[in-house]
């Protein structure tokens, strides 16, 4: 791992302390952004193929962004109703679920349009029929 | 109600920019993958997001009730759509708590249906509370935006006194002509022997004493003495207060007052009130529960203005201060111009008793040399007005906290040593 990551981690894990000790948001997209910089210095520094783990990355920094928000209304002590936390814990799972997703999909379709087999023209021609189809359904339910 | 966005937008706007440009400006696809999700949660999040248009209001179990007992409040909530976060803040005066359930606290409504929150006030002192407003936040499941409203309850609450523990009151030297509890000392129809005398022409058959004339050998009859009822006048001191640590004596004077007015209507006496201070207030002298709630009501709207007027007696109405009647005042003899005022009326040959709220606990000595001297000349000061007044024949006790029983007793043993004096 390079330093320049290293440094630009521990700067994010102290501005993410910072902001929640003081209680100031701007500080929390602060701290993400200095992770994302660290994790792009890494990938621009070693010219890496592209990383699988990506989506797994982008959910875990979603998951943190919510999290640290989450821990930021909770400086205002209002007291939850019964099953409130669990509730939002489990919008925060889906969340870094849907990144997840998110990321494999796009992930792949990167992976396609970078190797520009057959599969692509593919998926293109799959993609404009799933469109055309959805047009002509949201017609006929207007009609 | 007034939208307001979360420090979330801005961050996650932020994140999603600095990602995807940085994943064109490096060509490296994976800092889009990072940005997405955040672009994502703000598209999905301001989509979802639709004012939830609350409505609430707040009623009272009671609009009176004693300080320290609880009151039941309900908050109603309503909402055409459900709303995952509400959260709920009543904003109470200082001297109002909220003792079961919580405040602020967050609940969830369902779409349609009314939603009700039980809370527990407490009055931690007595007075007349204005419940304040409710104010109320819904926040979408993504806790993109809150939509904030506040309701004014316009609900009431007033607090009266607790009761303090009296066994036995001070009895006024003189009675009124109405019957009451009191024995009176003219002689005349009532329970309680007096005396005996010679039978005159017009006395009824059944007072004469029939062993009493046997042994005589002429007839005659038993005396006497009536119950009657008195008159009353509670005089409060709100010149000035002294508060520490929670403990305050115009609260602990309008305590005392309360309790003995209850007492004395109990006995079907009637007592007014007069509040000596920079506002004069005062109730004529009743009977009843209805003077009860007067008086109390009353009592509840004492408090300190400031004033550099002289406060004297003549500022008070006639038909307030009966002709035989017990002024029985409260104060903690800080100010002369009560001191003083007490003075003119035992000089008008008033009954005048006083129950000194002590306030020396309230105001320790400083730490100087200079303040602990100052302290004890006013101390000093204290003892000579209390002198000046027993001088003229006012008992004075004080009261410290507890029960009133010791204080009343040592005006009752006052009284009945001390002589009358006319000034």
Redesign the interface.
């Known amino acids: 791992m390079q330093t320049a990551s290293i440094r630009l981690a521990i700067a994010a894990l102290a501005v993410l302390v910072l902001g929640l000790v003081f209680g100031w948001?701007?500080l929390?997209?602060l701290a993400?952004?200095l992770a994302?910089?660290g994790?792009?210095a890494e990938?621009?520094i070693d010219d890496a193929p592209?990383?699988r783990l990506?989506?797994v990355?982008?959910?875990a920094?979603?998951a943190a962004?919510e999290l640290a928000?989450?821990s930021?209304?909770e400086r205002?002590?209002?007291?939850?109703?019964e099953?409130?936390r669990a509730?939002?814990l489990a919008?925060v799972a889906l969340?870094a679920l849907?990144?997840l997703l998110?990321?494999g999909v796009?992930?792949g379709l990167?992976d396609l349009v970078q190797t520009g087999s057959l599969a692509t023209d593919v998926l293109g021609a799959a993609a404009a029929a799933a469109a055309l189809l959805a047009i002509v359904a949201a017609g006929r339910r207007r009609a | 109600m007034t939208r307001t966005g979360s420090p979330r937008i801005a961050g996650y706007a932020f994140l999603a920019a600095v990602g995807l440009v940085g994943a064109l400006a490096l060509r490296r696809p994976e800092l889009a993958v990072l940005a997405a999700p955040f672009a994502g949660v703000l598209a999905l999040g301001l989509s979802l997001a639709r004012d939830p248009r609350v409505d609430a209001d707040l009623r009272l179990d009671a609009e009176r009730t004693i300080e320290g007992h609880a009151v039941e409040a309900t908050v109603s909530l309503r909402s055409p759509h459900s709303v995952d976060r509400l959260e709920i803040l009543l904003d109470l005066p200082e001297e109002v708590e909220v003792e079961g359930g919580r405040s602020p606290r967050a609940v969830r409504l369902t779409g349609d249906e009314e939603h009700e929150v039980e809370l527990v006030l407490r009055c931690s002192r007595w007075g007349v509370f204005d419940v304040g407003r409710l104010t109320v936040r819904a926040r979408d499941p993504l806790r993109l935006a809150a939509w904030t409203a506040s309701f004014p309850c316009g609900a009431v609450l007033k607090a009266y006194p607790s009761e303090i523990a009296l066994r036995r009151i001070v009895a006024p030297v003189e009675t009124q002509v109405h019957a009451g509890s009191e024995v009176a000392r003219v002689r005349g129809d009532g329970i309680e022997y007096a005396d005996i005398r010679d039978f005159v022409p017009g006395d009824r058959v059944r007072s004469i004493n029939w062993r009493a004339s046997a042994r005589r050998q002429v007839l005659v009859v038993n005396e006497r003495h009536p119950e009657r009822n008195t008159d009353v006048v509670l005089f409060v001191d709100s010149f000035l207060d002294v508060k520490l640590g929670g403990r305050s004596v115009l609260e602990e004077a309008v305590r005392a007052a309360a309790s003995l007015s209850t007492r004395y209507l109990e006995r079907r006496d009637r007592v007014g009130l007069v509040g000596l201070g920079g506002v004069l207030r005062w109730v004529q002298p009743g009977m009843g529960v209805g003077q009860l709630y007067r008086l109390v009501e009353t009592m509840l709207e004492t408090g300190v203005e400031p004033t550099y007027t002289w406060g004297d007696v003549t500022r008070i109405p006639a038909r307030i201060l009966p002709p035989k009647a017990l002024v029985l005042a409260l104060t903690p003899l800080l100010d002369r111009r009560f001191v003083g005022a007490l003075q003119d009326l035992r000089a008008r040959r008033f009954d005048v008793a006083v129950v000194e709220i002590d306030p020396v606990p309230l105001v320790p000595a400083g730490p100087s040399e200079l303040d602990r001297l100052a302290h004890r000349l006013w101390l000093l000061d204290r003892e000579v007005q209390r002198s000046d007044l027993q001088r003229v024949g006012i008992a004075v006790a004080s009261w410290r906290d507890g029960s009133l029983d010791g204080p009343l007793e040592e005006v009752r043993t006052f009284r009945r040593y001390a002589r009358t004096a006319h000034v």
């Open positions: 948001p701007p929390v997209a993400i952004a994302g910089a994790y792009a990938l621009a592209l990383d990506a989506p990355l982008a959910a920094v979603i962004a928000y989450w930021l209304e205002e002590q209002v007291a939850d109703d099953g409130g509730r939002h919008v969340l849907g990144a998110v990321g796009l992930l990167v």
